[in-house]
């Protein structure tokens, strides 16, 4: 990597430095009229098992101040600058440090998901070369009364979640249909166990599951993160013979009355244009939140020093 721009240092992140990035992505949200982030959110992520904080994040400090980080993991990078800190240059370089990252591990391409609302992070990748891919959208649902219970085709049924006992057939039947979309590359079992349900965010009793005999067919992940704030689902998926038939809309309704009964009037979840669900979403009276682009840079191998 080249020397981060004047004024300032870089080193890889550090476990005792948890609580500068989560300060730092909270004032970045602020700034860009987002919200939402816990502690949590990225704490599980560097408990996955192929995380290696040390090979694959980097911190760019002004003093003792996190200005800006970056991380790479399984395709994807993270980054985000400090408001105060932007203008100096600090976006251009993390850019360019997650190439390196990324090369060194191996890959060829790596893409960053940025708010619609942060210009000037969209316009700095486009100079950068990076081409736009996949829409993301943020939705979310005001509850104003209990919803009922939806029926399911015969032979389904809501099936109860045991932790560990039922985490790999839902795993492998949720990885399955993701790995449908253009692109996308499995971050494993080891590592989505760790962001998905090894979260203090996960009660059983809001991780929906429709069985066929005792095979999951169709699941929807919550997370309860409070009184304060709103309940999430955090993955949706539905086994592909399985589409069709409505279990798609039966997870969403009995997400919303399992929350509603957790006392959550406000349900959000997340979905892209690779998925084609986002009709189904708006259908059942979602309604879009916030938007974000994905752009994605190739890497061609970098040149040996002159």
Same mark, same amino acid.
């Given at each position: ?37 816990? &502690?949590?959110?990225?704490? /599980?992520?560097?408990? &996955? ?16 101040? +996190? ?19 932007? *203008?100096?240059? #600090?976006?251009?370089? %993390? ?6 990252? /990324? ?21 700095? %990748? ?11 959208? +943020? ?27 039922? !985490?790999?057939? +839902? ?5 399955? /249909?993701?790995?449908?979309?253009? *692109? ?9 166990? !760790?962001? #998905? ?17 005792? &095979? ?16 999430? #689902? ?5 086994? &592909? ?10 997870? $969403? ?24 669900? $986002? ?13 974000? #682009?994905?752009?994605?840079? !190739? ?8």
């Amino acid at each position: 990597m080249s020397d981060p721009p004047a004024g300032t240092t870089a080193r890889p992140l550090e476990p005792g430095d948890l609580d500068a990035v989560v300060e730092l992505e909270r004032a970045s949200q602020e700034h860009d009229g987002l919200e939402g982030l816990d &502690r949590s959110d990225i704490e /599980a992520g560097w408990r &996955r098992p192929d995380f290696r904080l040390a090979a694959m994040s980097v911190g760019v400090f002004d003093g003792d101040l +996190l200005a800006g980080y970056a991380e790479v993991f399984n395709g994807r990078a993270e980054a985000s600058v400090r408001p105060g800190d932007r *203008g100096r240059g #600090i976006g251009t370089w %993390l850019a360019r440090a997650t190439w390196s990252l /990324a090369r060194e591990l191996g890959w060829r391409s790596v893409g960053q998901t940025v708010p619609e609302t942060a210009t000037d992070a969209t316009a700095m %990748l486009r100079t950068l070369g990076y081409r736009v891919g996949h829409t993301s959208w +943020l939705l979310g649902i005001d509850l104003d009364r209990e919803p009922g219970t939806p029926d399911l085709p015969d032979g389904c049924t809501f099936h109860g979640f045991a932790p560990v006992r039922d !985490e790999r057939a +839902l795993f492998d039947m949720i990885d399955s /249909a993701f790995d449908e979309w253009p *692109g996308r590359v499995s971050e494993g079992f080891e590592n989505w166990r !760790e962001v #998905i349900l090894r979260r203090p965010q996960v009660r059983p009793e809001l991780v929906v599951v429709i069985a066929h005999g005792d &095979r999951p067919v169709g699941a929807a992940i919550g997370f309860d993160y409070g009184d304060e704030q709103d309940g999430l #689902i955090q993955q949706l998926a539905v086994e &592909r013979t399985w589409r069709g038939g409505g279990l798609g809309r039966a997870l $969403l309704q009995e997400s919303f009355r399992r929350f509603w009964n957790a006392g959550r009037r406000t349900v959000g979840l997340s979905t892209d244009s690779r998925t084609g669900a $986002l009709g189904l979403y708006l259908y059942v009276g979602m309604d879009v939140r916030a938007t974000y #682009i994905r752009m994605t840079k !190739e890497l061609s191998p970098e040149a040996p020093p002159a």
